[in-house]
């Protein structure tokens, strides 16, 4: 054991020094240092990508399942290479925020896919579920980092959800869930990234 | 009679494996990777300090896969835990006033 005399000098600094250093190391290891703000513009861009496949090009069939395929390995491969070069840590919060998206996910594939199989899909009901669903994640995601930005993204979601019920052709609804995607998706994400990088370069210099 | 001064625990007391413990009290748990760019130290220095937390057994450690990649994740001990509260409270004492 380390016996330090209690007066003054060097070891009365060298204490505080430590309790600094606890302090400081504490308050990061409580900073999100996780970077999700492209994740948004990639699957925002993806659904215009969709879209568009679907419209102008040929097999539209496979726009869809070929673009959110798509967006599945990219993210997936991108983070792997995020965590391998920056490392992580695993908190509450991040796992919460995790599980969300990943089940949202999960629950908006299944969805989509019987859609698709049973000729369901793209009816009034069924877009407007999937931008209900995409709010739900949002506003849970808002409420767990208490984010009141992307709750307004989640009212965006919500709102496109309640209009599409209102609107007369698919063309319509396709302008709404477009709409959503840009607010709620791209440019949230690229908000975020900025978020990010300030963040980043505040942490640097302090 | 003076009230006896605390002891400071060798073991937390240095300053990389305070930072790291330090560090894991705010988390569940943090790779290799992080830990090393959080303190700032290298391959070699942190490898050596985790082990010696470890023996202590104020951390454990788990060698998990990220894709094909071995990954090394650490966790505070609830003894851990202890012995830092411990060391904060003999740091306390010892500051006295000064805090």
Redesign the interface.
């Known amino acids: ?6 007066g003054s000098g060097e070891n ?1 600094d060298e ?2 020094q ?2 600094e ?10 900073r999100s ?1 996780v970077r999700n703000g492209w994740i948004f513009v990639l699957w925002g861009s993806l659904y215009f990508a969709a879209v568009g496949w679907e419209l102008f090009l040929p097999f539209r069939n496979w726009a869809w399942p070929v673009c959110m395929g798509a967006g599945v390995v990219i993210t997936i491969v991108v983070r ?1 290479r995020q ?10 919060q991040s ?1 919460s925020i995790m599980a969300v998206w990943r089940m949202m996910g999960t629950a908006v594939s299944l969805f989509a896919f019987t859609g698709i199989l049973t000729h369901h899909a793209g009816g009034t009901m069924y877009m407007a579920a999937i931008l209900f669903f995409i709010g739900l994640a949002h506003a849970t995601s808002a409420m767990i980092l208490r984010w009141r930005v992307q709750g307004a993204v989640a009212a965006i979601w919500w709102v496109g959800g309640m209009a599409i019920f209102f609107a007369n052709r698919w063309q319509e609804s396709l302008a709404i869930f477009l709409t959503a995607s840009f607010f709620g998706m791209i440019l949230f994400g690229l908000y975020a990234m900025m978020l990010e990088r300030r963040r980043e370069a505040v942490q640097k210099h302090a | 009679m003076p009230e006896e ?1 605390p ?4 073991i937390i ?1 240095g ?1 990389l494996r ?3 413990l ?18 700032g130290s290298t391959d070699g220095n942190l490898g050596a300090q985790m082990l010696k937390l470890e023996e202590a057994g104020y951390v454990a450690m788990e060698k998990k896969f ?2 094909r ?1 071995p ?1 090394t ?1 650490y966790r505070m001990t609830p003894a851990g835990r202890e012995a830092l509260a411990q060391y ?1 409270a003999a ?1 306390k004492r ?3 006033g ?2």
């Open positions: 054991m380390v016996t330090t005399e209690n009365k204490l505080l430590r309790i250093l606890m302090e400081t190391m504490i308050a990061e290891g409580r240092t792997v965590r391998r070069t920056a490392g992580g840590t695993v908190n509450m796992r | 001064l002891e400071l625990d060798p007391h300053k305070l930072a790291v330090s560090l894991l009290a705010g988390v569940e748990a943090a790779d290799f990777t992080w830990l090393r760019q959080r303190t990220a894709g990649k990954q994740l904060v740091l010892l500051l006295g000064a805090l």
